[in-house]
């Protein structure tokens, strides 16, 4: 018997504005948090970007936006504003059956608390859906990726504040009605429990004593989470075949040892994760939210409507990013390991990227097996790959047999997952052409099936050429995934 994938099985790729279509202060747009985010240098790296994670000031905002000499790469990105055609035709290229993207809410509004919309940006993403439907590629669109109005920051004060709630909502309708024939799967937002270390970037949240405080944190969740719900239930209103998900970041820790001490930990670990999920999709606060808010001090403010909106209109499915796994362990050692979002210390069964992220395929098919088992709804994985330095050969090709391996293990790995009986829908590579590195704003760090000759200043011709992993996954969705299980 050939092995190969559900046959509507949807192959493609990701991006995210903030990070890909460059043109920040072009036709209308306004600024938004993620044209503040500093390049950070390579000594850094494994650190985090301290941008990205550290917390932000008034003070630092204004110095960022009047700034004239620092790097700020999220304003130039790859330039998707202004080569989608070409781009989206090198997706039809490789065979995409989806294409995920998010708009850029500050296109759309600029200042984020308008009536009226900038045509312009409407206009933009109508050229670009239309470009995706002449190849018959489905757009997936998350409303907020890493962005966010600075309007919003300085005024409101981001999310903590209630209004912002009616501002993304009004966001929400009016693309949704602009789009409602050339869009049918959305996200809300992006890794939407990395409002923790993004407080700034996807919050909007200024924190003047430097320290991550955590009930401003939960209650700007929980405005996101009712957003999110409202957004859902107006959706459905517009178009009743919208398929609305939501976006984790899925963090797949595993106990260090078998010291139940360790195990609990682990326990801990996937609640503090899956918390965010858990109210998304169950549409409730799970029982063990409530000990941790009174641990920490948190009482939320929650209105009288709240928990039923909640409750009444939860995702049509679940989506999530994959990269790495790590380990949990009570007492904390001193050797730790960077990766997307936290620090974990090294797992002496795997290898790790170049930035120390720890490659772990089977990790794939344990995560996908158990939020199938835990929420039954569809799954896809809408962000999972490589970010490796990369050698251009003078012929414009790259010999990237490195990520090629990194996509092989983790197909072969969401297959066993569907075998298992996970009900998963599709997959999306990150940042299938090269683009700006969320966490330390590097052009370097690529994740590309095609590369952008740009570097980490934003110099280069921008021109794009095909990897040698574009050819593989060509392959892999030619033959749904059946080149690479049955070789
Ligand atoms: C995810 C984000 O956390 O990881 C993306 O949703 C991001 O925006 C991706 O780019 C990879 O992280 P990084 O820091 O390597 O770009």
Redesign the pocket.
């Known amino acids: 018997m050939i092995k190969q994938f559900p046959q509507d099985f949807l192959w493609g790729g ?1 991006t ?1 504005a ?2 890909f279509e460059g043109a920040w202060n072009v036709d209308g747009r306004g600024p938004a948090t993620s044209d503040t985010a500093r390049a950070v240098a390579p000594e850094e790296r494994k650190t ?2 301290s941008e ?1 994670s550290s917390p932000m000031t008034r003070e630092k905002l204004e110095y960022a936006l009047n700034d004239k000499k620092g790097l700020y790469p999220k304003r130039w990105g790859s330039d998707f504003y202004h080569r989608y055609k070409e781009d989206i035709a090198l997706y039809a290229e490789m065979g995409f059956k989806t294409f995920r993207l998010s708009i850029a809410w500050s296109r759309i509004f600029p200042k984020g608390d308008e009536k009226e919309a900038n045509e312009a940006g409407l206009a933009f993403y109508d050229k670009v859906f239309d470009e995706l439907n002449k190849y018959g590629i489905e757009p997936l669109v998350t409303l907020s ?2 962005e966010f109005p600075i309007h919003l920051v300085t005024a409101y004060g981001g999310w903590k504040n209630r209004k912002v709630i009616d501002f993304f909502v009004h966001y929400a309708e009016t693309v949704f009605k602009r789009y409602k024939d050339k869009v049918k799967y959305w996200l809300t937002f ?2 939407i429990n ?1 409002i923790g270390m993004t407080g700034y970037l996807s919050g909007g949240l200024l924190f003047e004593d430097g320290k991550l405080n955590l009930q401003e944190m939960y209650q700007a969740a929980h405005h996101q989470f009712v957003a999110s719900a409202l957004a859902t239930k107006a959706g459905h209103e517009i178009n009743p075949d919208f398929k609305i998900g939501c ?1 984790l ?1 899925r963090m797949q820790a595993y106990p260090a040892t078998c010291n139940p001490d360790d195990v609990m930990e682990e326990v801990r670990k996937d609640h503090e994760n899956l918390f965010f999920s858990d109210v998304q999709v169950r549409g409730k606060y799970p029982s063990y939210a409530k000990r941790f808010f009174k641990e920490n001090g948190i009482e939320l403010e929650i209105a009288d409507d709240d928990l039923e909106i909640l409750q009444d209109y939860p995702v049509d499915f679940m989506s999530f ?1 994959y ?1 790495m796994s790590s380990l949990a362990r009570k007492k904390k050692s001193d050797e730790e390991t960077a990766g ?2 936290i620090l974990s210390e090294p797992n002496p069964y795997l290898q790790a990227s170049d ?1 120390g ?1 720890q490659i772990d395929p089977v990790g794939l098919r344990i995560t996908l097996n158990k939020l199938y088992d835990r929420y039954q709804i569809p799954l896809m994985v809408v ?1 999972n ?1 490589l ?1 490796a330095l990369d050698k251009l050969e003078e012929d414009g090709s790259v010999h990237d047999q490195y990520r090629i391996d990194y996509l092989k293990s983790h197909v072969e790995q969401m297959y066993e997952a569907i075998e298992d009986g996970v009900d998963l829908i599709g997959y999306t590579w ?2 299938c052409t090269d ?6 704003s ?1 052009m370097s ?1 690529r ?1 590309g099936f095609v590369y952008v000759d740009a570097d980490d200043q934003g110099q280069g011709t921008f021109n794009r050429s095909r990897k040698d992993s574009f050819f593989y996954y060509k392959n892999l969705i030619a033959t749904n995934g059946a080149s690479v299980l049955n070789d």
């Open positions: 990701a995210a903030n990070q985090m970007g990205f990726h890493y992006n890794e990395i976006m970041a990013s990269y997307n979002l930035w992220w962000e790959g970010g990150w940042g683009l700006v590195s969320a966490s330390t590097e760090k994740y």
